[in-house]
Every structure is written in structure tokens, then in C-alpha cells.
Antibody
């Protein structure tokens, strides 16, 4: 069965970096785009962008350029989200989600990133 | 940017009642690219409806989606206790490619 398993919660200080992983199984990793979605505490869903799992080409939504980097390791069917120069407002749950023709049919369980001094 | 506005913000109903949730777009959305998700506390969102009206795998038939253009609706025919959650609509289209509505909280009356 299709599964997306994300890495565990992270507690980071402002200015640090974090790398969240999303390991896919149960399907051909390169057949579907991988998206990232942020959910701040008590807030709604915010699309961050996506990565083409064939070419590795990322596309970032407005507001997620510069400090956010999507990457892949196709040999282990894993997508990554790296955030640098962390700020308190980056505190959120980050989800990876498999995209099928514009909608997200499978989601990771979410990774809580907390930024606090 | 296509903005999705969901209403009401909170809907209070009892089990067995019918729920009607609205999602209005600031510009026309292709029906092929309008989806609905359910999110329960501490869980990832779950795809309910794609293509405006097609149920995702394993979704009970009490959930239905309809609409076109700028107005879309999610209907839950008879509420079960497990249906009380937050619901989001989402569109895929012109840049920025994907946007979500702000959500409707469905709570037990």
C-alpha cells in the first residue's frame, strides 16, 4: 500500500537549519510529483510548492523562495524539505503529499518543526 | 491568484443531519481541478472528493461534491459522529498553481 513516512519532530533555534524527509513506498516514486504543505499552529493549509520527481526540478510558491529547498534521493524514494535561517514564524507542521492530477491523494503524517530560543 | 472562500466558517449540526459546505472561487476553476479534504485533530488531511464530484477511494457515499465555475459544494447527507472535522477545498490551476480555502469547521451541536 502507498505510504509516505516523514521524519520526526524537530526543535531548532532561530537561525538554524532543518531538513525534513519524506520516504515513499508502495508505488513508483518517479511517477508522481511530490508537494509540500505547511500548517501553522491552529491555522489552515498553505501550499509551499512541488518537485518533479523525474527531473528533480522544484517549483516554489510565493513566500517560499530563498530559504526553502526541495530535493530528492530517488535511490531511496525520498523527498526532502530543507529550511534555512529558521524564524519563529516557521513553527508549523510540514506535510509531504503525493500529487495526482492536481490533487493530493496520499499525505505523510506530518513533521512538527518548532523554532524557539 | 485564485482565492477560495469557504463558508460558513463554523457549522454546528447534530448527527443524522445534512451538512452543506460552500467553496467560492475568485475566478473560474476547472471542475477537473477542485478537491475537498477532511482533517481531524492531529491527523493529516484526507482526500474526499476530486474533480469536483468524484469520491476518492474508500470514501463513503454520504459524501458528495458538486458545482462548477466559481461555486462548489460539499454535501454530507447524514452526519456520522466521525464526520465532525475541518474541511478544506483546494484548486489546481493557474499560477500560483495550488490554493486552499481557509476551511470550514464542522462541530457537533
Amino acid at each position: 500500500q502507498v505510504q509516505l513516512v516523514q521524519s520526526g519532530s524537530e526543535l531548532k533555534k532561530p537561525g538554524a537549519s532543518v531538513k525534513v524527509s519524506c520516504k515513499a513506498s508502495g508505488y513508483t516514486f518517479t511517477s508522481y510529483a511530490m508537494n509540500w504543505v505547511r500548517q501553522a499552529p491552529g491555522q489552515g493549509l498553505e501550499w509551499m510548492g512541488w518537485i518533479n520527481t523525474n527531473t528533480g526540478n522544484p517549483t516554489y510558491a510565493q513566500g517560499f523562495t530563498g530559504r526553502f529547498v526541495f530535493s530528492l534521493d530517488t535511490s531511496v524514494s525520498t523527498a526532502y524539505l530543507q529550511i534555512s535561517s529558521l524564524k519563529a514564524e516557521d513553527t508549523a507542521v510540514y506535510y509531504c503529499a503525493r500529487e495526482t492530477l492536481g490533487d493530493f491523494d496520499y499525505w505523510g503524517q506530518g513533521t512538527l518543526v518548532t523554532v524557539s530560543s | 491568484e485564485i482565492v477560495l472562500t469557504q463558508s460558513p466558517g463554523t457549522l454546528s449540526l447534530s448527527p443524522g443531519e445534512r451538512a452543506t459546505l460552500s467553496c467560492r472561487a475568485s475566478q473560474s476553476v476547472s471542475s477537473s481541478y477542485l478537491a475537498w479534504y477532511q482533517q481531524k485533530p492531529g491527523q493529516a488531511p484526507r482526500l474526499l472528493i476530486y474533480g469536483a464530484s468524484s469520491r476518492a477511494t474508500g470514501i463513503p457515499d454520504r459524501f458528495s461534491g458538486s458545482g462548477s465555475g466559481t461555486d462548489f459544494t460539499l454535501t454530507i447527507s447524514r452526519l456520522e459522529p466521525e464526520d465532525f472535522a475541518v474541511y478544506y477545498c483546494q484548486q489546481y490551476g493557474s499560477s500560483p498553481q495550488i490554493t486552499f480555502g481557509q476551511g470550514t469547521r464542522l462541530e457537533i451541536k
